[in-house]
């Protein structure tokens, strides 16, 4: 019986989205681009204390001129920004969700993570499949409700960036 390391990486090398394998404190943990051909990356990790699930992973982080922007924004507007992520967020009920800011009080976001968790007895390549399509559509859904307030394209706002210290940070945080 393969082991579900196998099972993710077999499925994700006949999808063409294997960017890379990344060695850290993970039992595995590969970087995908998801979809295919896209400068969109996503994780998937194993934690060492949960053998039994994986977790599909976007991590986002504000660029400067985002935080610029968004230090600019009044409380009030920056406020309505950040409960309307959430609430986006909260909406999409298969994920989970982290925040981290700058200084909670004045809610200057920082970065966050999107995250699905799938277990074991209950993952096959279709809900494997649709799993990164639903982490994918909530980091969308997430760059929309930014940039309707910082009015900054999409393009600006960057991913995941696989293997840096930064992204890693986000996996101590999370795991």
């Known amino acids: ?58 991590a986002t982080q504000l660029v400067p001129e985002h935080f610029s922007r968004l230090k600019q924004l009044d409380m009030e507007k920056r406020s309505r920004m950040i409960r309307d992520l ?15 800011f700058e200084n909670p009080r004045d809610l200057t976001l920082q970065r966050y993570l ?12 279709t809900i494997f499949m649709h799993s990164l399509q639903e982490v994918h559509k909530a980091f969308l859904l997430s760059l929309e409700v930014i940039n309707s307030y910082l009015g900054v394209p999409a393009q600006y706002l960057s991913g995941r960036t696989s293997g840096s210290s930064e992204s890693d940070k986000f996996f101590a945080e999370y795991t």
């Open 114 to 125: 999107i995250v699905l968790e799938l277990y074991e007895d209950g993952i096959n390549k």
């Open 86 to 100: 959430r609430i986006m967020l909260l909406s999409r009920p298969s994920v989970g969700f982290q925040l981290f």
């Open 1 to 58: 019986m393969k082991s579900i390391e196998e099972k993710v990486k077999t499925w994700i090398k006949s999808e063409k989205i294997l960017k890379e394998s990344i060695t850290d404190h993970h039992v595995f943990h590969f970087s995908v681009n998801f979809p295919r051909g896209s400068p969109f990356s996503l994780s998937i990790v194993q934690p060492p204390e949960k053998r039994d699930m994986v977790a599909i992973i976007s």
